[in-house]
């Protein structure tokens, strides 16, 4: 048990730092070939209903279906009597004072058409990417609550499973391809999304074992 905690808390640590490295280069470093080179080579393709296949892998990230898709899980966990679990579900909504407050204070521009194809102009700054980080909160969140709950009808949680890994998969490239994201700013995303998911889990796992 031990080595597993010390494993576990030596994770977090290389995430942060690996976080905080990325974001100091980003800072220094606001465009890069890399991540011209990546977007260059997933818009290569492009088509109308590849361009709705993104913005729909999106969609649950975009205000206000991110707060609405968030709270409204929340609520199907609480009337199926699974309270404490809506609590923590609910608790995931703070990360976008998070994510707003790293934003400001990189201050990453978003790709232009200089660069890439822009499928929509989006909002706030680009680093770190909050969609690839709420996905990987709340979508990693549920799938640990479907594999760790005893009373999870076992098609429920192959579905939620399922789609929630489809989504983390999906996520990163969908942010590219829209023009929405540098490559950087996705890794930037799912490492703090990782890192928001150890205290989370964390406070959870207590939690339950005390009661």
């Given at each position: 048990?031990?080595?597993?905690?010390?494993?576990?808390?030596?994770?977090?640590?290389?995430?942060?730092?690996?976080?905080?490295?990325?974001?100091?280069?980003?800072?220094?470093?606001?465009?890069t070939?890399?991540?011209?080179?990546?977007?260059?080579?997933?818009?290569?393709?492009?088509?109308?209903?590849?361009?709705?296949?993104?913005?729909?892998?999106?969609?649950?990230?975009?205000?206000?279906?991110?707060?609405?898709?968030v709270?409204?899980?929340?609520?199907?966990?609480?009337?199926?009597?699974?309270?404490?679990?809506?609590?923590?579900?609910?608790?995931?909504l703070?990360?976008?004072?998070?994510?707003?407050?790293?934003?400001?204070?990189?201050?990453?521009?978003?790709?232009?058409?200089?660069?890439?194809?822009?499928?929509?102009?989006?909002?706030?700054?680009?680093?770190?990417?909050?969609?690839?980080?709420?996905?990987?909160?709340?979508?990693?969140?549920?799938?640990?609550?479907?594999?760790?709950?005893?009373n999870?009808?076992?098609?429920?949680?192959?579905?939620?499973?399922?789609?929630?890994?489809?989504?983390?998969?999906?996520?990163?490239?969908?942010?590219?391809?829209?023009?929405a994201?540098?490559?950087?700013?996705?890794?930037?995303?799912?490492?703090?999304?990782?890192?928001?998911?150890?205290?989370?889990?964390?406070?959870?796992?207590?939690?339950?074992t005390?009661?």
């Amino acid at each position: 048990m031990l080595f597993k905690r010390n494993t576990l808390i030596l994770t977090l640590i290389l995430l942060i730092l690996a976080f905080t490295a990325l974001s100091l280069f980003i800072f220094h470093h606001p465009i890069t070939p890399l991540d011209i080179s990546i977007s260059g080579l997933i818009q290569k393709y492009q088509a109308n209903w590849l361009d709705q296949v993104m913005l729909a892998i999106s969609f649950f990230g975009e205000l206000p279906f991110s707060l609405i898709s968030v709270l409204a899980v929340a609520a199907i966990f609480y009337w199926k009597k699974f309270k404490r679990e809506a609590f923590f579900i609910s608790t995931i909504l703070f990360s976008g004072l998070i994510i707003l407050g790293i934003k400001n204070i990189i201050n990453r521009p978003r790709p232009t058409l200089s660069h890439v194809r822009l499928v929509e102009v989006f909002r706030f700054q680009s680093y770190p990417s909050g969609h690839v980080l709420s996905y990987f909160l709340f979508f990693g969140f549920l799938i640990i609550l479907m594999n760790t709950l005893k009373n999870i009808p076992k098609t429920t949680s192959i579905v939620v499973n399922s789609i929630s890994v489809f989504l983390l998969i999906m996520i990163a490239p969908s942010r590219i391809y829209l023009g929405a994201h540098w490559f950087t700013d996705t890794v930037g995303g799912m490492l703090l999304g990782i890192i928001c998911l150890f205290p989370l889990c964390y406070f959870y796992f207590q939690k339950k074992t005390k009661i």
